[in-house]
Nanobody, 121 residues
Framework: QVQLVESGGGLVQAGGSLRLSCAAS????????MGWYRQAPGKQRDLVAT???????NYSDSVKGRFTISRENAKNTVYLQMNSLKPEDTGVYYC???????????????WGQGTQVTVSS
């Protein structure tokens, strides 16, 4: 079994900052991509940022220059530093990982349970 456990969400005023963390645990052989998606009420789940094990980073245009993603490969942990938050950043933030389990040859996608981020105006 693999689990992705997020922490760090909450309520913040516009212009403020939050830091999200997500740790993957379980029978993991290798983790390729880790990242964050978010889902606002009534909308689809959209990419926020991802980072590969080699350090290649991809950001949504809406968060470039404000959010920073990083990871610790040895700990299978990914972080999202969110600065200059806006009300439109409000939503449930989901941790994502593409990884291989021990004894399994195929890569698979895993999701965390989600953490709420609310930015008040």
């Amino acid at each position: 079994q693999v689990q992705l456990v997020e922490s760090g969400g909450g309520l913040v005023q516009a212009g403020g900052s939050l830091r999200l963390s997500c740790a993957a645990s379980g029978s993991i052989f290798s983790t390729y991509v880790m990242g964050w998606y978010r889902q606002a009420p009534g909308k689809q789940r959209d990419l926020v940022a991802t980072v590969t094990s080699g350090g290649t980073i991809n950001y949504s245009d809406s968060v470039k220059g404000r959010f920073t993603i990083s990871r610790e490969n040895a700990k299978n942990t990914v972080y999202l530093q969110m600065n200059s938050l806006k009300p439109e950043d409000t939503g449930v933030y989901y941790c994502y990982a593409r990884l291989r389990r021990l004894g399994v040859s195929a890569w698979a996608d895993y999701w965390g349970q989600g953490t709420q981020v609310t930015v008040s105006s």
